[in-house]
């Protein structure tokens, strides 16, 4: 990303399993971490509760697509992330997927049509392979998602490694950021696969 990253977010529970290896190797990057805690049901005064970082914010509504957009538009300490240069997590959790319809502005029930004034995107996503999927194709599973990156040519990156490789390949991804883009990483490290990116546009 040549220098251009700023704020690395890492979103919901999978990534946050290596998020050591992102704040160990932070390079001048500022990593925020974007986390959701259900309330318990056992105790009548506990409520369900965002994070980011160690900052906790009640939140009254449910842990639905719908409720988890809204909450995001409206709580400004995670709009402002929506600036993010680099946006890292799991596609299948909820989090992740209304954190990116919410900054794309885009209703999970409606989506469908063109967009007449696009706006640059200069954020790319990193995809984690869902744990538990295995061999399905996600990009059927969230094809909704991915219906909506491509309509608003946000660049989208899948990680397919066992878990046990993950860390070292963040490592080597957070030390090549400086000075190559993930799409020139595409191409040297195994493992990465492109998804999204102007050139897959859905009006081409």
Request: charged fraction near 20%; charge should be negative.
């Amino acid at each position: 990303m040549q220098n251009s990253t700023q704020n690395i977010i890492l979103i919901g529970n999978h990534v946050d399993l290596h998020a050591k290896v992102f704040l160990e190797n932070q390079h001048g990057y500022n990593i925020v971490q974007l986390k959701y805690k259900a309330a318990d049901p056992f105790d009548e005064h506990s409520t369900n509760v965002l994070f980011v970082n160690s900052t906790p914010f009640p939140v009254m509504s449910e842990y639905t697509l719908g409720d988890l957009i809204t909450e995001f538009k409206a709580n400004d300490n995670i709009s402002s992330l929506f600036t993010s240069s680099l946006i890292v997590g799991d596609p299948s959790e909820l989090l992740y997927q209304a954190f990116l319809f919410a900054k794309l502005n885009e209703d999970p029930t409606n989506f469908r049509g063109p967009i007449y004034f696009p706006e640059t995107q200069d954020a790319a996503n990193l995809f984690l392979y869902p744990i538990g999927m295995y061999a399905q194709d996600i990009r059927k599973e969230l094809s909704n998602l991915v219906y909506c990156l491509k309509k608003h040519e946000m660049p989208t990156y899948l990680i397919r490694k066992e878990e046990k490789d993950l860390e070292s390949l963040f490592k080597l991804i957070l030390n090549c950021l400086s000075f190559m883009t993930l799409a020139e990483l595409e191409d040297q490290i195994k493992g990465i696969e492109h998804l999204v990116s102007p050139r897959l546009s859905i009006y081409e």
